[in-house]
């Protein structure tokens, strides 16, 4: 057990918790600016080639689209840690409001608002997992492949798996964090 923030006693198993999280964060932050930087020279190339050289590039466009699918799966997860996913705040706004119970009172029953609504997220994102890893290895044992470029669709798929799965871990991490009454650090 080790002393948090808050001076309060926080378990090992947490720390460990934490450093697999942060792994987690690392490694999205360096795909996600690589998908980045490759969407940029994609769409550059695209625009230089249709608009320039009057030369139609369709790898250019689908490689766009792939890596802004990855995109928006593998930043979840990102999202979701830092909590810069988009949500309806109208039950902890209405309880803010409510006169005659204590603020204390008020952000345990936001928190526990928060956690269902995590563990509702993760459940769902559990059972995506399922049906759509099995969908990933259906299409692995085929020879389907993308239009243009020729790649193995699975692996096209495969990052919408992987995304899934680090949010999946990102929601279980806040979920023991709101149960401990641990802040969680927003990288």
């Not at 926080?10 to 969407?39: G, S």
């Not at 608009?51 to 999202?79: C, H, K, N, Q």
């Not at 099995?134 to 790649?151: E, K, N, P, R, W």
Request: with cysteine.
């Amino acid at each position: 057990m080790y002393m948090g923030e808050n001076k309060t006693v926080i378990p090992r198993y947490m720390d460990t918790f934490e450093k697999i999280n942060n792994c987690f964060l690392y490694f999205e932050k360096v795909v996600l600016t690589f998908c980045t930087i490759a969407l940029v020279i994609a769409i550059f190339i695209q625009v230089v080639c249709r608009y320039i050289l009057l030369i139609s590039t369709p790898w250019a466009e689908e490689l766009a689209r792939y890596l802004f699918v990855w995109m928006a799966y593998l930043g979840g997860g990102y999202a979701l840690h830092t909590g810069g996913q988009i949500e309806i705040d109208i039950a902890p706004t209405i309880i803010r409001s409510l006169k005659g119970i204590s603020t204390a009172a008020k952000d345990r029953v936001i928190l526990l608002l928060k956690t269902a609504g995590m563990v509702i997220t993760v459940v769902f994102l559990l059972g995506f997992c399922r049906v759509f890893g099995d969908y990933v290895l259906f299409i692995a044992g085929g020879s389907q492949t993308s239009q243009t470029m020729h790649i193995p669709m699975w692996i096209v798929y495969f990052p919408v798996l992987i995304g899934s799965f680090i949010t999946v871990w990102h929601g279980a991490y806040r979920i023991l964090c709101n149960i401990r009454q641990i802040s969680v650090n927003a990288n």
